[in-house]
């Protein structure tokens, strides 16, 4: 019946999500309670609008399930609930909770992704969110979505293919992958990725292997070249790259980093904050008024940079 109800806004500029409700999402006052049903029914150009709140996937133990956000959506969060305009929103005392909290009070069952992006422009938009409790540890090939990426798996891999979102005002909080805990940028196989990330803070994320927080991905003619901007990173660990892992193995890989903190990140091999793994390709990070405190690794505390050949890193992609 709600998903009725929603079809018949199809044309609207703008969804209300608002947690406990059950309208049919044309206003705050008529607000749906389902992101998910939100999700489904906007289409390129539209906005959805989600009050303070905590808000999951699938009520189902189903971990395959992420919101996913279409191509040209702006998802827009942390909303008391009245507001007209992006302006009145204080995001600090209304934030909504994307969790990929689904299963039991033990991690290793909850979702893989909490979000799911494919071929997103730049008008693609994720603002205002908590992304927590994603847990990709399956046991899948390198780059795998559901061992990648466990707060947001951006897909722009394969020849002739882009992911390019714009995310910003979010927290990566206590997420969990075999590669990039928080955010996987997969720009594999002649893909494409150049997300704008922008004052977010990520913290106490986790990768069994490489970028507790984040793993761009440029192997194989791809290119990776996010732009992060005024983020925070602390208390996040990885074997290799305690906050982000940059790959370029046959490919390129370069990380545009302004204006931000790394604080306590820890790396048990290499790269305590960064870890650059080159492979017969392209891969740094081009750092611009970055502080880096206590960040800890046996090599490199702070950046490290391996120009191993491809079949010495493949070893430690595939660990």
Same mark, same amino acid.
């Given at each position: 019946?709600?998903? !009725? $109800? %929603?079809?018949? #806004?199809l044309q609207a500029a703008r969804i209300y999500v608002k947690a406990g409700t059950a309208g049919d999402g044309t206003s705050w006052e008529t607000a749906t309670g389902s992101l998910q049903e939100a999700l489904a029914t906007a289409?390129?150009?539209?906005?959805?609008?989600v009050s303070k709140g905590v808000y999951f996937p699938t009520k189902e133990n189903n971990r395959k399930i992420s919101f996913i956000i279409k191509d040209g959506v702006a998802l827009y969060g942390s909303f008391a609930g009245s507001e007209t305009n992006i302006g009145e929103r204080i995001i600090e005392t209304n934030y909504s909770t994307l969790s990929g909290e689904i299963g039991t #009070?033990?991690?290793?069952?909850?979702?893989?992704?909490? %979000?799911y992006l494919a071929h997103a422009t730049e008008t693609t938009i994720i603002d205002g969110f908590i992304i927590t409790g994603g847990y990709a540890?399956?046991?899948?090939?390198?780059?795998? =979505?559901?061992? #990648?990426?466990?707060? %947001?798996?951006?897909?722009?891999r394969n020849g002739g293919n882009e992911s390019s979102p714009i995310i910003k005002?979010?927290?990566f909080i206590e997420n969990t992958a075999r590669d990039g805990g928080a955010i996987y940028n997969n720009a594999g196989n002649g893909g494409k990725c150049e997300p704008k990330i922008s004052n977010c803070i990520f913290q106490h994320n986790n990768a069994f292997l490489g970028g507790g927080a984040i793993f761009n991905d440029g192997q194989n003619a791809g290119k990776c070249l996010p732009v992060i901007t005024k983020n925070t990173f602390k208390k996040?660990? $990885? !074997?290799?790259?305690? $906050?982000?892992?940059?790959?370029? =193995?046959?490919?390129?890989c370069i990380s545009q980093i302004e204006n931000t903190t790394f604080t306590n990140n820890k790396a048990m091999i290499q790269g305590g904050g960064i870890f650059n793994l080159r492979g017969e390709g392209i891969s740094k990070s081009a750092l611009i008024n970055c502080e880096f405190t206590n960040n800890k690794a046996p090599k490199g505390s702070t950046v490290a940079n391996s120009q191993m050949p491809t079949s010495k890193a493949d070893k430690i992609t595939k660990l």
């Open positions: 019946m709600l998903f !009725g $109800a %929603l079809n018949l #806004s289409t390129k150009g539209d906005e959805v609008w #009070s033990e991690k290793t069952d909850n979702t893989f992704n909490v %979000l540890g399956g046991d899948e090939t390198s780059g795998s =979505r559901f061992a #990648s990426g466990a707060g %947001l798996y951006n897909d722009g005002n979010c927290k996040n660990t $990885a !074997g290799f790259g305690g $906050a982000i892992f940059n790959y370029g =193995r046959d490919g390129e």
